[in-house]
């Protein structure tokens, strides 16, 4: 017989030989997906069918027992059939894990001795934050908190049974109603980051090495043009635990709002943004040519968008040719210009105290 452990030992729950099980303790390390990968993961629209569930049919019989023969009917109504809700949730990024059509539960079905049919249950559908719903073109819902909800589909009412059409005139009634069925509809779903600032700027000026300087949110940087092709969103914090949501907008270029290069796709996003973040490669001749460009794609995009409260980033200075040119874009520019180098770290506190006096002229209004 097995040789009981001292008292005070604890056995291990697993064995310590088995290369089996030392292998299963080893810590995996999450696998890095690339930037192109997680493009296919990234859906910002979706087209969705959604039907309500189709409500119970009433009930049809008699009440009868021993020296109660004719009892009456006691035919119960059906019950309703399930919604379809649409659900804000900030856990979900992406509109990819929408499916092409939902339909809620059907109600249960009237029993006898007056039994009601049970309520079809509902279908939640989690979508992200930022969530606009259209049909034919029509805004219906624009999901922008966490836990809002929207009923895309309502369910069908329950059948009546033949206990509902007793009345003095008919005291014995054979009718009953079957259960109507469930709303239908084709929806449009369309995601907008939501953010309180958004990084403009064209390919390679430096917007993803700047977000990950002043966040922990990790968008891909290489030395290519359009190396983000998804939105990314940091969350900067501050001392007094408040905190400013900063989108990656990836680069446009000259012709964006006609749907050159990533085209409109990501125009959108910026529509959220209360304020802008323009950042501009200082080691560019004429930067300011940039800052010129990037406020007309936004106003051919939509009216009014380039006027939002902003300021100038000019990225790199730890340059040569930045130096020389950073005085000039400031005669040329009327914002205020911030210099610094997302790489180095140079002046980065400037930027985080302006992005907080942004934030707090923006909740001002809000309140206001």
Same mark, same amino acid.
């Given at each position: 017989?097995?040789?009981?452990?001292?008292?005070?030992?604890?056995?291990?729950?697993?064995?310590?030989?088995?290369?089996?099980?030392?292998?299963?303790?080893?810590?995996?390390?999450?696998?890095?997906?690339?930037?192109?990968?997680?493009?296919?993961?990234?859906?910002?629209?979706?087209?969705?069918?959604?039907? !309500? @569930?189709? #409500? +119970?049919? /009433?009930?049809?019989? *008699?009440? $009868?027992?021993?020296?109660?023969?004719?009892?009456?009917?006691?035919?119960?109504?059906?019950?309703?059939?399930?919604?379809?809700?649409?659900?804000?949730?900030?856990?979900?990024?992406?509109?990819?894990?929408?499916?092409?059509?939902?339909?809620?539960?059907?109600?249960?079905?009237?029993?006898?001795?007056?039994?009601?049919?049970?309520?079809?249950?509902?279908?939640?559908?989690?979508?992200?934050?930022?969530?606009?719903?259209?049909?034919?073109?029509?805004?219906?819902?624009?999901?922008?908190?966490?836990?809002?909800?929207?009923?895309?589909?309502? !369910? @069908?009412? #329950? +059948?009546? /049974?033949?206990?509902? *059409?007793? $009345?003095?005139?008919?005291?014995?009634?054979?009718?009953?109603?079957?259960?109507?069925?469930?709303?239908?509809?084709?929806?449009?779903?369309?995601?907008?980051?939501?953010?309180?600032?958004?990084?403009?700027?064209?390919?390679?000026?430096?917007?993803?090495?700047?977000?990950?300087?002043?966040?922990?949110?990790?968008?891909?940087?290489?030395?290519?043009?359009?190396?983000?092709?998804?939105?990314?969103?940091?969350?900067?914090?501050?001392?007094?635990?408040?905190?400013?949501?900063?989108?990656?907008?990836?680069?446009?270029?000259?012709?964006?709002?006609?749907?050159? #290069?990533?085209?409109?796709?990501?125009?959108?996003?910026?529509?959220?943004?209360?304020?802008?973040?323009?950042?501009?490669?200082?080691?560019?001749?004429?930067?300011?040519?940039?800052?010129?460009?990037?406020?007309?794609?936004?106003?051919?995009?939509?009216?009014?968008?380039?006027?939002?409260?902003?300021?100038?980033?000019?990225?790199?200075?730890?340059?040569?040719?930045?130096?020389?040119?950073?005085?000039?874009?400031?005669?040329?520019?009327?914002?205020?210009?911030?210099?610094?180098?997302?790489?180095?770290?140079?002046?980065?506190?400037?930027?985080?105290?302006?992005?907080?006096?942004?934030?707090?002229?923006?909740?001002?209004?809000?309140?206001?």
């Amino acid at each position: 017989s097995p040789v009981p452990p001292p008292a005070g030992v604890r056995q291990p729950t697993f064995s310590t030989t088995c290369a089996r099980c030392s292998k299963n303790r080893r810590l995996r390390q999450k696998r890095v997906i690339s930037e192109r990968k997680l493009t296919r993961y990234f859906v910002d629209h979706r087209t969705v069918r959604v039907v !309500g @569930g189709q #409500g +119970g049919g /009433g009930g049809h019989s *008699f009440y $009868s027992e021993p020296r109660k023969i004719f009892g009456g009917p006691d035919g119960g109504n059906g019950g309703d059939g399930g919604h379809v809700i649409l659900k804000a949730d900030q856990q979900m990024k992406s509109l990819s894990s929408v499916l092409p059509f939902y339909q809620g539960f059907h109600g249960g079905k009237g029993g006898s001795k007056n039994c009601y049919g049970a309520n079809g249950a509902y279908v939640y559908v989690k979508v992200p934050v930022g969530t606009l719903v259209k049909e034919d073109g029509k805004v219906l819902a624009d999901l922008t908190q966490h836990g809002e909800e929207y009923i895309a589909a309502y !369910g @069908g009412a #329950g +059948g009546k /049974g033949n206990r509902f *059409f007793l $009345s003095n005139e008919n005291r014995a009634p054979t009718l009953f109603t079957p259960g109507e069925p469930g709303q239908e509809r084709v929806l449009h779903l369309e995601l907008k980051t939501t953010a309180h600032a958004g990084l403009v700027g064209f390919p390679n000026a430096g917007k993803s090495s700047l977000l990950r300087a002043i966040s922990s949110a990790k968008p891909a940087v290489a030395a290519y043009p359009f190396t983000t092709l998804n939105p990314h969103v940091g969350i900067v914090h501050y001392q007094d635990y408040e905190q400013v949501a900063v989108a990656d907008i990836p680069g446009l270029i000259k012709g964006a709002h006609q749907n050159r #290069g990533l085209g409109v796709a990501f125009l959108k996003h910026i529509e959220r943004c209360r304020f802008l973040l323009y950042v501009v490669d200082l080691s560019a001749s004429q930067p300011w040519i940039q800052l010129q460009d990037l406020k007309y794609e936004l106003e051919q995009y939509k009216k009014g968008l380039s006027e939002r409260p902003c300021v100038v980033i000019g990225n790199k200075i730890d340059l040569a040719q930045s130096r020389i040119n950073l005085p000039l874009l400031k005669e040329q520019v009327d914002e205020r210009v911030i210099a610094l180098s997302a790489l180095t770290g140079d002046n980065l506190e400037e930027l985080l105290l302006h992005l907080r006096e942004l934030y707090d002229a923006y909740v001002k209004t809000e309140q206001s």
